[in-house]
């Protein structure tokens, strides 16, 4: 077997470059805190691009999936577990956050099945425009409910990790850091496995490429693509925990700024392939933290969204995206 | 207008010809598009073993035949029946597992896919641990694709393509195979393989459904063959007949 540059090297070394550039100019205490804030975007992010990749729509409705995930974990976590603060014995602690986790991701994946099943499904063969509107509309739908369920206020999330942290090269990281981005890599390569070597994930990326020819290999297409939203929604579901157990405090509009990051980290990574928007998660969330090192934190959004222009501007296709014109 | 009647037994392969040796069949077909009339009662039969062909102009109807048959399109009057069962209304995804194989026109192999990730699609609805067999069967067809099995579909040449396309239609060990314009496109050198390997296919027992605008190749490999003209067939009958029939000659064969 030859090694793809394109699908191997190039990926590989986008990221260790950027990762080395990161720490170089944050340092270890920022560092973490960036590769955090990027497990985050970066679990959105494959979301957009996944659903972009097979139905060709940018799901406006994603960050507020993700949104409704950080409630659900709060949800399970308060009213289901009956907790309230941090847990000391380690193993009931990742007994816990482990429920807690699968819990919300298989909720969410529910979810995002069913808004597809009927938001999306019956604009199938609508023209473009339709489903765009109809995801923005999901998104106050979805909003709304969590506002007049949980009130329009933030709400708490319990802290059941304890906060401690420990030295690390110059600086001081929380467990929680290192456990949400072990966590979240780990999700991602479990999803590259998936996508790259089963059957499935070759029929998602099969219909990603060419419906009609998915079809006549006997690829369910309406299953394929109900899977895929799954999947998506378990994702952001699992950056909703995170956020929660991070930020400590969740708000029903949380999903717009956040899911507008995630998408630039996924048009940045280029929309549609997956390693890009892992990547571009974690680019996305160093710029962030970079312009609030460097005393802008005002200015850190505006840095997010500039780098989106300048991907629009001089590289629409993304870090790692898809060239058009392979068909000999 | 109706030449040689297509009840005759065709030669070779296809050994008996009684009613109930009729794989495929399509009665009075009408499919649209939108609202455009494009099979206007089509009624064609294929008996397992054989190659039968639709030759025909650009837009007589070929294609919409072929895609109503694997159910990417649904008749809106008239039945399709395969094997006995009425497919009219049955899903592509459905008759994959039935036993129709379709290789579409302009190949649609999936470009970003390694040649491999291909073969294995079209072993989709098999189980993945019984495919090895296939997967050689298909290599001895084509030898070309076994050096190229890591290599992205969409890197191949025209040829390739076209030899991974039937072969991927190939993993589904279809009982009635459908292609579509294999020849197109390629060398001359290239579309005398591609028939050898159409005929081969069908020694081992897969019935083939070809259409082909190069008329004069199909009706060599084909027992029978249909004339469809503005989505009607206009005449029927033999290969060997039609090759000789005074209107294909002018219209099809370029005499």
Known sequence: ??????????????????????????????????????????????????????????????????????????WIMTTVLGLSGPVTNLLNLVGLLSI???????????IGMFIERFAYRPLRHAPRLAPLITAIGVSFILQNIISSLFGPSPVNVPQIVPLDKF??????????????????????IALQLFVGRTRLGRAMRSTAQDREAAELMGVDINQTIAITFFIAAALAGAGGVIQGLY?????????????????????????????????????????????????????????????????????????????????? | MTAAPSAVPAPGAAAAAGSDDVLLRLENVHTYYGHIHALQGVSLEVRRGEIVTLIGANGAGKTTTLKTISGLLHPREGTV??????????????????????????????????????????AFTRPQNDIEGDLDHVFELFPRLKERTSQRGGSLSGGEQQMLAIGRAMMGRPRVLLLDEPSLGLSPILVQQIFAIIQEINSTGTTILLVEQNALQALIVANRGYVLQTGEVALSGLSADLRENEMVRKAYLGE
């Not at chain 1, 717009?256 to 929309?271: H, P, Q, S």
């Not at chain 2, 459905?94 to 291909?118: C, K, M, Y």
């Open chain 1, 167 to 188: 030295a690390f090269m110059g600086g001081k990281i929380g467990y929680l850091n290192v456990f949400m981005v072990v966590l979240a890599v780990v999700l991602m």
């Open chain 2, 81 to 122: 029946t395969f094997e006995g069962r009425d497919i009219s209304r049955t899903a592509a995804h459905q008759l994959v597992r039935a036993g129709i194989g379709h290789s579409p026109e302009g190949r649609r192999i999936f470009s970003r896919l390694t040649v491999l990730e291909n073969l294995k699609m079209g």
């Open chain 1, 100 to 110: 807690v986790m699968f819990a919300t991701m298989v909720g969410m994946g529910f």
């Open chain 1, 247 to 328: 930020f400590g405090s969740i708000k029903f509009d949380l999903g717009f700024f956040v899911g507008l990051k995630a998408f630039t980290a996924a048009v940045l990574g280029g929309i549609g392939n997956t390693t890009g928007a892992a990547i571009g998660g974690f680019i996305i969330a160093f710029v962030e933290v970079y312009a609030t090192v460097l005393g802008y934190t005002q200015w850190s959004e505006v840095a997010v969204f500039t780098v989106l222009i300048l991907v629009l501007v001089f590289r629409p296709s993304g870090l790692l995206g898809q060239q058009l014109g392979e068909r000999a």
């Open chain 1, 1 to 74: 077997m030859t090694v793809d540059f394109r699908r191997v090297i190039r990926p590989v070394a986008i990221g260790t470059i950027a990762l080395l550039t990161e720490y170089a100019l944050l340092g270890t205490q920022q560092f973490a805190n960036a590769l955090t804030l990027g497990a985050i975007y970066a679990l959105i992010a494959l979301g957009y691009t996944m659903v972009y990749g097979i139905v060709e729509l940018i799901n406006f409705a994603h960050g507020d999936i993700f949104m409704v995930g950080s409630f659900l974990a709060m």
